[in-house]
């Protein structure tokens, strides 16, 4: 059984609920923040959040799924993923970078127009997180997604015939794709960048967290790297 934050506030005294908030981001700040200095500056973006809930239910990998695996020492990897949300028309990309320690780099959650279909959201995640990492000037990095479909169209050389094709070829003129390493993981490996994507429903435009994730995602990406 899911627990929507409403749900939890019910059950729970306000107070506590802030108090282990308050807990796991002192945890998290304490044991994975990463130095400020090796960070390239980066213009963010922030817009206000649409209204309704600032926080939600977040999905977790159960022990015996497939978890994030980290990328070689001393190289960054980025995952993304996409959301639909057909009630409101519109759609959610979510974009995670982390080091081979776990910690993040940089996270992103971007509301956009709905597309005619799943694929093209997860065409559009991907290509912006290959923005993403352009805009903070990172060119090696694995990039890995849940999307077999378009994972297989990232790895070859020829353009893909496919609908959207042409977002992948213009994303890749970016960067030099020689040095990146496309990666295919189960939905269960990729919680974070899922979470992300789900939560740009309460987002206008794009917002960026430098270092970190949303609050309520930290037991996510605690549990993503268990």
């Known amino acids: 059984m899911s627990l929507t934050p409403s749900s939890l506030i019910s059950q729970f005294p306000l107070q ?3 108090l282990t908030l308050q807990i796991s981001s ?3 700040r304490g044991s994975m923040a990463f130095p400020r200095e090796r960070l390239l ?3 963010v973006v922030r817009h206000p959040p649409v209204a309704g809930p600032s926080m939600v239910a977040a999905v977790l990998p159960l022990p015996s799924q497939v978890t994030w695996i980290p990328p070689p020492a001393n190289s960054l990897k980025i995952n993304f993923d996409g959301a639909l949300f057909k009630d409101i028309n519109k759609a959610g990309l979510g974009v995670v970078i982390r080091n081979d320690h776990g910690q993040v780099i940089a996270s992103l959650s971007e509301q ?3 597309p005619f279909s799943s694929d093209l959201v997860e065409a559009l995640a991907a290509a912006r997180a290959i923005s993403f990492a352009h805009e903070l000037s990172f060119t090696n990095y694995v990039l890995e997604g849940d999307s077999d479909v378009v994972i297989k169209a990232l790895k070859h050389s020829d353009d893909s015939l496919s609908s959207f094709g042409h977002i992948l070829a213009s994303a890749k ?3 030099d794709v020689k040095c990146i390493t496309f990666s295919h993981t189960r939905r269960s490996g990729n919680a974070v960048a899922h979470n992300l994507a789900k939560h740009a429903r309460h987002v206008l435009g794009f917002k960026v967290w430098m270092e970190d ?3 309520h995602l930290h037991s996510v990406l605690i549990a993503d790297y268990g």
């Open 41 to 43: 500056s980066v213009w």
């Open 16 to 18: 506590l609920v802030n």
């Open 213 to 215: 994730v949303p609050p």
């Open 173 to 175: 003129t970016l960067t």
């Open 112 to 114: 956009i127009q709905l």
């Open 26 to 28: 002192a945890l998290y």
